[in-house]
């Protein structure tokens, strides 16, 4: 597109949100605040380099698809991940899962991992300039194949996903320390039953158990900060699943943790986006999993839809951005894996670009004097305003592709980079 065309086109959408009290430029320096952790698992299907061809297995999630340029090595995995921000506008953070370390062809177990084996990716990161996140990886295992692992009966592998636990934790804080910048650490398990459970209590008190020996260890909030993730259900653990909402965001209000809430992870019609001010009063801070649950937990690639829409819309209009930790969470193998980082996270940038264009004191204005049809109506209006131009006007000052301009840059990497693999 041309720079004249886009600036042209931004100039007008000016005009037209100025009739609503907005003010474009100041939005634009304002999408500063909006860093959204990649899922580094997007390049590989979340198969991890422990061991070669390493694949996702156990704990309901799956990955579906197997189009071809998929990462096989941490330097390919760089390689892809340097690509995806060379076209995404603003600054991200990583999110890295502990079967991404550099284990140096040797088979370290998940119970040996320590902060060595991520030194490579702290320095990677530092270089750039970026925050890192990280998670216990507590499935594609041997000692997770039962489909238990905190809350385990096998006093042998819940202490062995215990000690996991305690080091990633460890390993989280060492990133934060060197990087000043705090990294979320996420605990998510898959733990859970495919029919119908008789001692629901008995795996709930492990998993409480297990999680007051896993969160032992206290380090300083500018290091590290621990989220837990609960889920509804998952393929093979559909009857219960032992980390429920209400079990996490228990434990996560009386033990002042984090509750991360993914939006693959509710009944179909809930929406977490309503759900942030809701927790945000007895949590301090939420970590988001964003993602695109098609009638399940599918983790599609994110696309700009009503309910990221609510979500974005909710932090900015409360200005949560201190308190709301934003991660995403899908991972297609079915499509360009470059192209679903890109879609996903440039839908989820976008959504906050909308968000921020809402004239929002005017309607609640109308809202608190009961102008009901008045409030419908702006929010329609707002729909058909050309937040488009804004946006491609955003993508430039920050020399990437604006509109549609990256899907050639990704299909020139997909014929020079990811066939050749
Ligand atoms: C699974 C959870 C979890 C994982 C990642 C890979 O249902 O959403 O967050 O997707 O840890
Ligand atoms: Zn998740």
Redo the contacts with the bound molecule.
């Keep these: 597109m041309k720079k004249e065309f886009i600036e042209k086109a931004y100039q007008i959408a000016k005009e037209q949100y100025a009739e609503y009290g907005i003010d474009t430029d100041t939005v634009i320096q304002k999408m500063n605040e909006v860093v959204i952790s990649l899922?580094c698992?997007q390049t590989d299907d979340?198969g991890g380099f422990e061991k070669p061809e390493a694949t996702l297995s156990g704990?309901?999630?799956q990955a579906t698809g197997n189009y071809p340029g998929k990462a096989k090595t941490i330097a390919q995995m760089r390689q892809d991940l340097d690509k995806v921000m060379s076209l995404l506008p603003g600054k991200q953070r990583l999110n890295l899962?502990a079967i991404y370390g550099e284990f140096g062809g040797k088979l370290v177990d998940r119970n040996q991992i320590d902060v060595e084996h991520f030194q490579g990716w702290i320095d990677w990161a530092k270089e750039r300039g970026m925050g890192l996140d990280f998670?216990a990886?507590c499935f594609s295992h041997p000692r997770a194949e039962d489909g238990f692992t905190l809350s385990s009966k096998n006093e042998e592998n819940r202490k062995f996903w215990v000690e996991h636990v305690k080091r990633c934790r460890k390993i989280a804080a060492e990133m934060g320390k060197q990087l000043g910048k705090p990294c979320v650490h996420?605990t998510?398990i898959?733990d859970g039953s495919k029919d119908v459970p008789i001692d629901r209590n008995g795996y709930r008190t492990l998993l409480k158990k297990s999680l007051d020996e896993a969160f032992s260890a206290e380090y300083p909030k500018e290091f590290m900060k621990d989220a837990i993730?609960s889920?509804l259900f998952?393929i093979g653990a559909e009857s219960m699943t032992v980390g429920s909402h209400d079990f996490y965001l228990g434990y996560a209000v009386k033990n002042n943790k984090l509750i991360?809430l993914?939006n693959?992870?509710f009944h179909p019609t809930e929406q977490v986006g309503d759900k942030i001010s809701a927790c945000l009063q007895f949590v301090d801070e939420i970590l988001l999993?964003v993602?695109r649950p098609i009638r399940w937990?599918s983790?599609h690639a994110v696309t700009l839809n009503d309910e990221i829409q609510l979500i974005a819309s909710e932090i900015v209009r409360n200005n949560f951005f201190k308190r709301v930790n934003i991660g995403l969470?899908f991972?297609d193998a079915s499509i360009n894996r470059i192209g679903a980082y890109v879609i996903g996270t440039r839908a989820a940038q976008q959504a906050f670009l909308i968000a921020m264009l809402e004239p929002t004191e005017t309607l609640k204005a109308y809202e608190e004097k009961g102008k009901n049809f008045e409030r419908l109506a702006l929010l329609e209006v707002l729909k058909t305003r050309s937040f488009g131009a804004v946006w491609d006007y955003y993508c430039m000052v920050n020399n990437v592709p604006a509109g549609g301009e990256y899907i050639s840059e990704i299909q020139k990497y997909e014929t020079e980079v990811l066939l050749k693999r």
């Design positions: 899922h698992w979340v704990g309901g999630i899962h998670n990886t996420n998510w898959p993730e889920k998952g991360c993914d693959g992870h999993h993602t937990d983790d969470d991972f």
